[in-house]
């Protein structure tokens, strides 16, 4: 089972955190699933960037990238050459580095 390094976070992980998830599973819903609740408000239907993640290490190990996941990323704040929807990239058997990013383009957050 992979092993997600996640980098510390102001508001979603302060302190960072390493957390298991299956092969299969994507980065968003690892994170979830552990209390990372990092923003997802197309609900995981790959219509936004609000989950937008940096994999610093492992990037090669997930699947490929999409066209409409290409798409959407250049319009991500942050952007660098190993940004990811974090709903979209699915887990292999490698462990990763993430990073999420200080800010996102979501101006109407839900419970803040």
């Known amino acids: 089972m992979p092993i997600i390094k996640i980098l ?3 508001e979603y992980c302060p302190q960072g ?7 299969g599973t994507s980065i ?3 994170l979830l699933e552990n209390g990372i609740n990092i923003e997802h408000a197309c609900d ?3 219509a936004c960037t609000t989950c937008h993640v940096v994999v610093r290490e492992g990037f090669n190990s997930l699947n490929e990238l999409e066209e409409t996941e290409e798409d959407l ?6 952007l660098e050459p190993n940004s990811r929807l974090s ?3 699915i887990l292999a058997q490698k462990d990763l580095v993430v990073e999420i990013p200080k800010y996102s383009i979501n101006h109407a957050k839900e419970n803040h």
């Open 28 to 30: 968003c819903e690892a």
């Open 17 to 23: 955190r390493d957390i298991n998830a299956p092969a």
């Open 8 to 10: 510390p976070h102001p």
């Open 44 to 46: 995981m239907s790959c």
């Open 73 to 78: 990323l250049d319009r991500a704040w942050g």
């Open 87 to 89: 709903c979209q990239a």
